[in-house]
């Protein structure tokens, strides 16, 4: 039995299942949510039982997916079945940010945190990347997420973090953007 999911959602996931290009495989079915402004949502789950496949395919970013059927929403715009893995594309890194499990995956290893933290506020915001005020926000952001000596950590590389605080560069870099929605996988 479905619930009637609110008209006010900013996400909004109506019996959607996805399958495999490969070979059409239904790996995710059934499923629907509705996502406003301001909430938190967790989708909980076995591990391998489909969490990441959902998050990564509903936004265009696991090749070897697709959304099969159902449909998705965002702001109130129905994302199209025709050009579907760009049109949710386009929402990444303006109105919707993801935080991937690796993070050294998300990381640039030959690029200092700061330049990083700058190039994502250029791309998203418009702020330039070598100006005073985008060192001063990665610094900022830095502290905010408990980087220790954030002033000296701008001009480190991400080897030089652990795991943990790496984890912890990536959720800057997404709060340094004016995201409509994050998405922590």
């Avoid at 025709?82 to 594309?89: D, F, M, S």
């Avoid at 690029?111 to 985008?134: D, K, N, T």
């Avoid at 001009?155 to 605080?165: L, N, T, V």
């Amino acid at each position: 039995m479905q619930k009637d999911l609110p008209d006010e959602a900013l996400l909004r996931v109506e019996n959607v299942a996805i399958a495999l290009c490969e070979n059409g495989r239904e790996m995710v079915s059934g499923v629907s949510f509705a996502l406003r402004p301001g909430e938190i949502f967790g989708i909980v789950g076995e591990s391998g039982s489909g969490k990441s496949m959902l998050t990564r395919t509903l936004f265009g970013l696991h090749d070897d997916s697709a959304v099969a059927a159902g449909s998705v929403s965002f702001a109130g715009v129905k994302l199209p079945r025709a050009g579907y893995v760009r049109a949710a594309r386009k929402l990444l890194g303006r109105q919707v940010g993801l935080i991937a499990q690796d993070p050294f995956s998300s990381l640039n290893p030959s690029m200092r945190i700061g330049r990083q933290i700058a190039e994502a506020l250029y791309l998203g915001r418009g702020i330039p990347m070598r100006s005073v005020r985008a060192r001063r926000i990665a610094i900022d952001i830095l502290r905010e997420v408990g980087i220790a000596e954030p002033d000296r950590a701008v001009d480190q590389y991400p080897d030089q973090f652990s795991g943990g605080m790496r984890q912890r560069i990536v959720i800057a870099m997404a709060l340094s953007q004016e995201l409509r929605l994050l998405i922590a996988d």
